[in-house]
């Protein structure tokens, strides 16, 4: 190899989520328990047909990254009172689950119907419905909530029945259409917006429901063939509420058009006003960041890899799902990092050359779980490069490698290297491999 390329490898990834308190301390003032100055929001989570252990940190730190709000969340809401949603300006609903209880419900209604807001993201408002079938969690037959009436009115929309075509057709690219693009949330913006995401149709949508945003529901894609609303507001009472049926999960959130209309939606919840700008973004890295391009492809994986590149400021990220058209063209010019969770095999001449000119160039590459596994026939590859691989079937008398699946670990830092400065032994849950192949230095 020529130059110092530094190259990391990894067998597991891990995370972790900071839980918040869903009450205020009794007899504690309230400008001692908030950020002066900033807009208060209580994110209602806990519960949800989607992943709300990655949605509502997001969105917490969306908002977060504004300036603008300070953030609590309760994961509890079925318990709320009035006196719980007092010091606050707005709500965010991230919740999909059984009803709340007469008290928390009617503390709602007059939270916003006083003059509050609240903002409603993509399946929650599929809660309190009447169409949630309760039972053994996983489609069984049981007994059916009845619906939650004023919730509705609050969206302005809801379903009286499950469309017969399903609720949205699958997950696709489509563009989201300002259909009033003088309204605050999204005055400013592009009048298209790209998404990639879960198109709600068959919605009913009430008297008091102004639509300001739509995506055409494409037929051959199992769409209705007409422009579906993607963003509403409502006046409920003397308050207002916004709904945005944006944000399947979290790569869906990382797009633009989830995240204008989301934090300007919730200061126009919050105060019938929006001052964030439209060029707000949270995906800006400052001037000298890092470039890096995700490797992808031939292996399956949780939507919560994405959480690793959340906006950062050190760093850029370019994601491609196939190591065929990463490598097909000179990467040195455009990245300064290769991170690879991919798991192939085949690589063409050319593509060949383009990583060895990178990994010679004196960049980096880090190298995750799976993809030691990667291109068992280019010893260049994992001898030089990696340092070793994962032999998925015996060599002559060198048996395979060989995994286990959720074993608990305790990692220890085993050398003195900058990548370990700080870290202390870990306690982790992952899937170790054995007996990797590794050359003779």
Not at 225 to 230: A, L, R, T
Not at 254 to 279: M, N, Q
Not at 424 to 431: G, L, S, T
Request: hydrophobic share 40%; proline share 7%.
């Amino acid at each position: 190899m020529k130059k110092n390329t530094f190259v990391f490898f990894t067998l597991f990834l891990t995370g972790w989520i900071a839980s918040c308190f869903c009450q205020t301390p009794a007899g504690t003032p309230v400008d001692r328990l908030f950020k002066p100055g900033l807009l208060r929001v209580l994110i209602l989570s806990g519960h949800n047909n989607h992943n709300w252990r990655e949605t509502t940190p997001f969105l917490k730190r969306l908002l977060e990254e504004t300036g603008q709000f300070d953030v609590r969340v309760c994961e509890e809401p079925a318990g709320i009172s009035a006196a719980t949603l007092a010091p606050y300006h707005v709500l965010v609903n991230d919740y999909g689950g059984p009803r709340w209880s007469s008290l928390a419900e009617k503390a709602v209604e007059e939270f916003i119907g006083s003059g509050k807001g609240m903002v409603v993201v993509h399946g929650a408002i599929y809660s309190f419905s009447g169409l949630e079938t309760l039972g053994d969690g996983h489609g069984g037959i049981g007994l059916k909530e009845p619906a939650w009436e004023e919730f509705a009115q609050m969206n302005g929309a809801y379903w009286p029945a499950p469309p017969s075509g399903g609720f949205h057709a699958p997950l696709h690219f489509f563009q989201v259409k300002t259909a009033q693009p003088d309204h605050p949330i999204l005055k400013g913006l592009s009048t298209v917006l790209p998404a990639t995401d879960e198109l709600y149709h068959g919605l009913t949508l009430l008297p008091q429901a102004n639509v300001i945003g739509t995506a055409y529901d494409e037929p051959k894609n199992g769409g209705t063939g007409k422009e579906e609303p993607m963003l509403i507001t409502t006046n409920y009472g003397k308050g207002r509420v916004f709904y945005t049926a944006l944000g399947h999960e979290l790569p869906a959130m990382l797009e633009k058009s989830f995240i204008l209309p989301f934090v300007r939606g919730t200061e126009w919840a919050a105060t019938g006003k929006v001052t964030i700008p439209a060029d707000f973004s949270p995906l800006k890295a400052d001037a000298n960041a890092l470039r890096v391009l995700v490797v992808t492809g031939g292996h399956d994986y949780e939507s919560s890899f994405y959480s690793l590149f959340e906006p950062a400021k050190d760093f850029t990220w370019t994601h491609i799902a196939s190591n065929i058209a990463a490598f097909r063209k000179d990467l040195r010019k455009d990245f300064d990092v290769l991170f690879l969770y991919d798991f192939s095999q085949e690589l063409d001449e050319t593509g060949k050359r383009n990583l060895q000119d990178f990994a010679e160039s004196g960049k980096g590459i880090v190298v995750v779980h799976h993809a030691i596994a990667d291109y068992q026939d280019w010893p260049w590859w994992w001898k030089e490069v990696v340092g070793g691989r994962y032999i998925l079937k015996p060599e002559g008398t060198t048996p395979a490698s060989t995994y286990k699946h959720d074993e608990e670990l305790f990692a220890l830092p085993a050398a003195k290297h900058p990548i370990l400065r700080g870290i202390v032994p870990m306690h982790i849950w992952d899937e170790p491999t054995r007996e990797c192949g590794y050359p003779l230095r």
